[in-house]
Structures are given as C-alpha cells and as structure tokens.
C-alpha cells in the first residue's frame, strides 16, 4: 500500500502541482536522500508523456566533508556545489521541481559564517532564475520527500511513519483524487485571500503572550494571494500572504518553533524591528545561523512576506514540529525576512524591481519563512478608513468569511 501511494504522490507533484502536459520539459532538485523517489517522479513523467527531464542531485555527505575540510574560495570553485544549471533550465523554459528531504542538525558543526557566506555566493549565481521566479515566468514547486535521518530527528519508529505524515497532510490516500481534494481547498483560501483585499488594510498589529507587539503597515494596492494559480508551488499549503511595506514594520515578534535551515536549527528567538529593519536579536539557539541570514545583504534584515494560517489548520492539529519550513510555515501564522512578491501588489509583476522597492516591496537574494502563530495570537487590522476590524483571535481566523 506505501509504495501504491508514493506513486500516487509522485504522479500528484506533476498532474495536480505543477499542471504539467504532454511535452513539456522538467527539471528536478533535491539531494541524494530523495534519488529512489526521483526515479519514480521520471517514470510517472515519462507516463505522461514528458520525457524531457533534468536533474540537479547534490550529495549531502559531500557536501558535508567540503565544509568541514575546504576554504570557502575552494568551496565555491567545486563543480559539485554549482547551481548555476538553475539559470540555464529557467531561461529553456522547465519547470522545477524541488523535493524537500531535510537533514535537521547535520551541518552542526560547521562553522555558520561559512555556511552563510557560501550560501550567499549561491545565491547570487543564481540571480536569473530568481528573476524568472519573481515575474511568475514559470511552473515550480517544492513538495516534502521522507528520508531516515530526517524521521529520526522526529524521534519517529521510521520513514515509513514520516510518509504518513505526508501523505495525510496532502491528501494523499487510496481512495480520493487528490487534485479534486486541493482544488475545493484552494477555491476557499482564494475566497480567504479576496476578502482580506475587500478591507482596504492600512496595517496590522500582532499581539500574543510571547512577547510579540508588531505592527505591519502594508503598501498602497497591497493583494493578498493564496496557492490558487496556474500551478501549487507549495504542498502542502494552508496559508494567505501578501508582502509588507518593507519600510514600515516596529516592534518585537517572537518565534513560536524551531527553524531549521541549511542543516543547521535556530530556536526561541526573537527579532525587534525599528522602520523595517531588525535593529537587535538573540536566539537561544543558533544565534549566529540567524546573524548569517540577516546579514546575507541589505533586504534581508526587512520583511517580504506576511503569511496568516488558523492555528487549527490541519497540519497544526498533528500536533508535531516537523523541523521543515515547507510544512512547519502552514501550521501556524508566520513572517519571512528577505525577497517579496511581486504577485502580491497591483500589476506587480509588470513592474521592474526597481519600481517595487519604491513602492514599498523589499528586495533580497535570501527568502526566509519563519513562525509565530500561537494559541493567544491576535491579529488587529486598521482599515484605511480609520475602522478597527479583528482578523484573528485564539490564532484562529475570527469571522466567518474568513
């Protein structure tokens, strides 16, 4: 039966998340621990009659001995650590394919300037692609694959039980169509995202018992989006989000779970904004993981994305830190420091970055989710009209359209 619904998730990933037909070209991401589950994805294309197919595998222990043993001249002169082929698949027209397989805590014991410093050589070398992304110039997604490094930091009998995990959470199961299944969900959040836009929202205010007193103004033509458009780039996805006015973010929020990133976990920390920026921080936990990301460049210590999910979302009510963004963000409300949306403004995506900026949406290389949602979590919005008007209380969307 697993093997029966792994095939079903993968077949799933092409048909019900990135919309692919006849023809059409695919370009697959990930690491060695998702190999077995990337030749099932190539056959299920291959059904479908997609047989023009690249793949990027980096090799996680490699990757790993490099850090460890290698200067970071070296390290970015390796052909194994070029991402450079993303520009390439981008501007060919594929669609990509990213599978999630994360080694929570690998990289520990490397040293986090490092890290931060490499990923921000990879990031700039990848700027087309980014560029194409941010105009919605083409079909991508990221969808979450198991591996046994990962379920046993979730303290898991196996990988088995952690495929579980995915296959509930994205409605995977033997007997419903999946792409039936999330296209009901999605016609709901994208009901969510338009009456958000209907208020005519000056800003909001975050309150709860953390310690989170945020206030987050939002740009003139502000829209709120949710996964509904012409492929999901996220699954699973629960969430609404719209970009800040990058400019225009006080106070102090504080995390609500762990981040993992890049290997390594960032834990109960928190983030004090003064005119957009981050102006102070500590973590208890990877606090130079996080000084790493908000240092990447000038975007990275200001916010581009508000992202609001009931705290009761399916994923929530599992009830388990799963210590990946990609299903962690869809259980609770979260922020990301860094790159904006350009969806998530009035013809956003015929203006050039420039243009953005001026109009109040952030720029960076980096673009990274983080959690707040919690139980006591309130949401206030200021209309533009001076009306008050409660989004969300108990963590929980409040009113009913919503």
């Given at each position: 039966?697993?093997?029966?619904?792994?095939?079903?998730?993968?077949?799933?990933?092409?048909?019900?998340?990135?919309?692919?037909?006849?023809?059409?070209?695919?370009?697959?991401?990930?690491?060695?621990?998702?190999?077995?589950?990337?030749?099932?994805?190539?056959?299920?294309?291959?059904?479908?009659?997609?047989?023009?197919?690249?793949?990027?595998?980096?090799?996680?222990?490699?990757?790993?001995?490099?850090?460890?043993?290698?200067?970071?001249?070296?390290?970015?002169k390796?052909?194994?650590?070029?991402?450079?082929?993303?520009?390439?698949?981008?501007?060919?027209?594929?669609?990509?394919?990213?599978?999630?397989?994360?080694?929570?805590?690998?990289?520990?014991?490397?040293?986090?300037?490092?890290?931060?410093?490499?990923?921000?050589?990879?990031?700039?070398?990848?700027?087309?692609?980014?560029?194409?992304?941010?105009?919605?110039?083409?079909?991508?997604?990221?969808?979450?694959?198991?591996?046994?490094?990962?379920?046993?930091a979730?303290?898991?009998?196996?990988?088995e039980?952690?495929?579980?995990?995915?296959?509930?959470?994205?409605?995977?199961?033997?007997?419903?169509?999946?792409?039936?299944?999330w296209?009901?969900?999605?016609?709901?959040?994208?009901?969510?995202?338009?009456?958000?836009?209907?208020?005519?929202?000056?800003?909001?205010?975050?309150k709860?018992?953390?310690?989170?007193?945020?206030?987050?103004?939002?740009?003139?033509?502000?829209?709120f989006?949710?996964?509904?458009?012409?492929?999901?780039?996220?699954?699973?996805?629960?969430?609404?989000?719209?970009?800040?006015?990058?400019?225009?973010?006080?106070?102090?929020v504080?995390?609500?779970?762990?981040?993992?990133?890049?290997?390594?976990?960032?834990?109960?920390?928190?983030?004090?904004?003064?005119?957009?920026?981050?102006?102070?921080?500590?973590?208890?936990?990877?606090?130079?993981?996080?000084?790493?990301?908000?240092?990447?460049?000038?975007?990275?210590?200001?916010?581009?994305?508000?992202?609001?999910?009931?705290?009761?979302?399916?994923?929530?009510?599992?009830n388990?830190?799963?210590?990946?963004?990609?299903?962690?963000?869809?259980?609770?409300?979260?922020?990301?420091?860094?790159q904006?949306?350009?969806?998530?403004?009035?013809?956003?995506?015929?203006?050039?970055?420039?243009e953005?900026?001026?109009?109040?949406?952030?720029?960076?290389?980096?673009?990274?989710?983080?959690?707040?949602?919690?139980?006591?979590?309130?949401?206030?919005?200021?209309?533009?009209?001076?009306?008050?008007?409660?989004?969300?209380?108990?963590?929980?969307?409040?009113?009913?359209?919503?």
């Open positions: 039966m697993l093997a029966k619904q792994i095939r079903k998730y993968a077949r799933f990933l092409l048909v019900g998340c990135l919309a692919l037909n006849e023809g059409e070209k695919l370009f697959i991401t990930g690491n060695k621990e998702i190999e077995k589950f990337a030749d099932i994805v190539i056959e299920e294309a291959h059904n479908l009659k997609i047989t023009d197919i690249e793949t990027l595998i980096t090799d996680s222990s490699y990757q790993k001995e490099i850090y460890l043993t290698k200067s970071y001249e070296e390290i970015i390796d052909p194994k650590m070029d991402k450079t082929k993303y520009n390439q698949m981008a501007k060919e027209g594929y669609a990509f394919l990213s599978l999630s397989s994360p080694l929570p805590g690998y990289l520990k014991e490397i040293d986090p300037n490092l890290l931060a410093s490499v990923q921000k050589y990879i990031n700039e070398s990848i700027k087309e692609f980014r560029e194409y992304q941010d105009k919605d110039l083409l079909k991508w997604n990221i969808s979450a694959v198991p591996n046994p490094y990962w379920a046993k979730l303290h898991l009998k196996n990988e039980e952690l495929w579980k995990y995915i296959f509930e959470i994205c409605l995977i199961d033997e007997e419903n169509d999946p792409v039936k299944l296209k009901e969900k999605l016609a709901k959040l994208k009901k969510r995202a338009e009456y958000l836009n209907s208020l005519k929202i000056e800003k909001l205010i975050y709860n018992s953390l310690g989170t007193n945020l206030e987050i103004f939002l740009p003139e033509n502000y829209l989006q949710s996964a509904e458009g012409k492929n999901i780039v996220n699954m699973p996805t629960e969430e609404v989000f719209t970009s800040p006015h990058y400019a225009k973010t006080n106070g102090m504080y995390s609500s779970k762990p981040l993992e990133y890049q290997g390594n976990l960032i834990e109960d920390f928190h983030l004090e904004f003064k005119n957009g920026k981050v102006v102070s921080y500590d973590a208890k936990k990877g606090k130079e993981i996080l000084k790493g990301i908000l240092e990447t460049d000038e975007g990275s210590s200001y916010l581009g994305e508000v992202a609001l999910v009931d705290i009761s979302s399916p994923i929530a009510r599992i388990k830190i799963f210590l990946n963004t990609l299903i962690d963000e869809n259980s609770c409300c979260h922020l990301a420091l860094g904006s949306f350009g969806e998530c403004m009035k013809d956003g995506l015929q203006k050039e970055p420039e953005l900026k001026k109009l109040g949406l952030n720029s960076s290389k980096n673009h990274v989710d983080f959690f707040i949602g919690t139980e006591d979590l309130t949401i206030e919005a200021i209309l533009k009209n001076g009306e008050k008007r409660m989004i969300m209380e108990n963590g929980n969307f409040k009113e009913e359209n919503l």
